[in-house]
């Protein structure tokens, strides 16, 4: 038998229950040939089997690098920037003007919050959305895709997931007991004279549709796609629509990054296409990364059983919080598609970030993809694979990995390997392309650029 220490804080200690407690575990311990923390593991497996092979996150690994040589942070997708004022004054009215909002509020959320929810998005996806059955409000869009995944995902349902994917979607199916099931979007034919966008990669259709079979429940839909910036086009998401009605499949579309779109691009919903079906996760992402409030939509019969996993295991999220949220969208539904809005200036000004950087990566001879959404950007480093082949690593680290762990040692610079948006089979064919994130204030890119001209100087000597 373990014993597991669960004590943690001078106020607990200060329980006479916990002191008993502690007591007699010394005086267990005072007979014991070893201490308790030498005792003898467990003969049984600890972790539950779905752990398995999931516990590895490329976040942890990168970011403490980033630290270590205190590199230019371009791999973690988060603005660097104040939030707009009217979001943090939302927040510090949440947090000084009702007493009332420090205590519990509707567990499935916010009354005011998911009313204006359904308003906004009932507008936008022109259809009507009830806020107490179409609505769940969540802690983060990671949050919501757990909720999804936990709740209509079953032991040996199939999940088909789109190359490259955020990197979450394959262990969230795997916990639920789901088998992932992989395809790719494919790159156009490589020209040395263009520039590539990430609307000129595709699913090839035929491919696509021998995925579906008896067993598979659901497909995740990202769009604007991260890490690629892809937005899928109407014709695309009719093509996926219509194979989720043919075999009777739901579709989660994970839409954060819907406001980020460019060069006059369109974000479509598939929640347009087919509501019955599809599952929609949403983030507050744009108004302050902080809250991070996330929600879920769509229509009560699949949402009543994301409401019983959130009622076993969150139940309720951070009051002051969605009051914050639900005043920055009561504002945005007062201001819907002005010029005034935020969703409307936002993708402006991230847009000239977007450009600004891929201007620099070019300078070095980065072939950058232009996203058309989200605030991130992929880029090609084959020209560097060629010069640099065997850059040290672990047995069988990805190119992409071992790159980026030499540019932030050598040149200051973080970025992320998209072959942990892949998956296992297919990491190779992803493996010499790198990622950038472009949500960053003016400091910040000023401090990239000046590692780039460095480096380009290193270059040309």
């Given at each position: ?29 005072m007979?014991l ?12 497996q ?30 973690q ?30 567990g ?6 998911v ?24 802690v ?37 007991g ?42 995740v ?51 347009m ?45 951070p ?36 450009d ?6 070019q ?9 058309q ?6 880029v ?9 082949p ?53 400091s ?18």
């Amino acid at each position: 038998m373990s014993l597991v220490s669960l004590v943690s804080g001078k106020a607990m200690l200060k329980s006479p229950w916990v002191l008993m407690v502690l007591s007699q575990l010394r005086r267990s311990e005072m007979k014991l040939a070893r201490p308790l923390h030498q005792m003898v593991k467990m003969s049984k497996q600890v972790q539950a089997r779905r752990l398995e092979g999931i516990d590895k996150n490329p976040w942890v690994e990168f970011v403490k690098l980033a630290n270590e040589n205190e590199a230019v942070n371009l791999g973690q997708g988060f603005p660097d920037f104040a939030p707009p004022e009217f979001s943090t004054e939302a927040f510090t009215q949440a947090v000084t003007r009702d007493i009332m909002l420090n205590q519990y509020t509707r567990g499935f959320g916010h009354p005011p919050l998911v009313k204006v929810l359904a308003q906004f998005f009932g507008k936008l996806l022109k259809q009507d959305i009830d806020p107490l059955k179409d609505v769940l409000v969540t802690v983060g869009a990671y949050g919501a895709l757990f909720y999804a995944f936990q709740a209509l995902v079953d032991e040996g349902d199939e999940v088909i997931l789109i190359e490259p994917y955020f990197d979450c979607y394959e262990p969230m199916t795997k916990m639920a007991g789901g088998r992932p099931v992989f395809v790719s979007l494919k790159p156009p034919p490589y020209d040395d004279g263009k520039v590539m966008s990430s609307g000129d990669w595709k699913l090839d259709p035929d491919e696509l549709a021998s995925k579906f079979s008896p067993r598979t429940k659901a497909i995740v839909i990202n769009t604007p796609n991260n890490p690629l910036g892809k937005v899928f086009s109407k014709e695309e998401l009719e093509l996926i629509a219509n194979l989720c009605k043919k075999h009777d499949v739901l579709c989660f579309s994970d839409e954060v990054y819907q406001w980020l779109v460019y060069d006059e691009e369109k974000h479509i919903s598939i929640g347009m296409q087919a509501w019955a079906r599809p599952l929609q996760k949403e983030e507050s992402n744009p108004f302050l990364t902080l809250v991070q409030v996330g929600w879920v939509l769509g229509p009560d019969h699949l949402m009543k059983h994301l409401r019983t996993v959130h009622q076993n295991s969150l139940y309720h999220c951070p009051t002051q919080a969605q009051e914050a949220v639900s005043s920055s969208f009561s504002r945005e539904l007062r201001l819907f598609g002005e010029p005034d809005s935020y969703f409307v200036q936002l993708p402006k000004d991230v847009q000239k970030r977007r450009d600004h950087m891929l201007n620099s990566l070019q300078a070095i001879g980065m072939r950058p993809i232009v996203p058309q959404g989200t605030y991130f950007l992929m880029v090609d480093i084959s020209s560097f694979k060629k010069k640099m082949p065997n850059l040290p690593g672990s047995e069988g680290e990805a190119y992409d990995s071992r790159f980026i762990k030499w540019m932030i040692k050598n040149k200051g610079l973080v970025a992320i390997p998209v072959s942990v948006f892949c998956s296992l089979e297919q990491k190779g064919h992803f493996e010499h392309y790198i990622r950038f994130c472009f949500m960053k204030n003016d400091s910040t890119l000023k401090a990239m650029d000046d590692k780039l001209q460095q480096w380009k100087k290193e270059l040309e000597a």
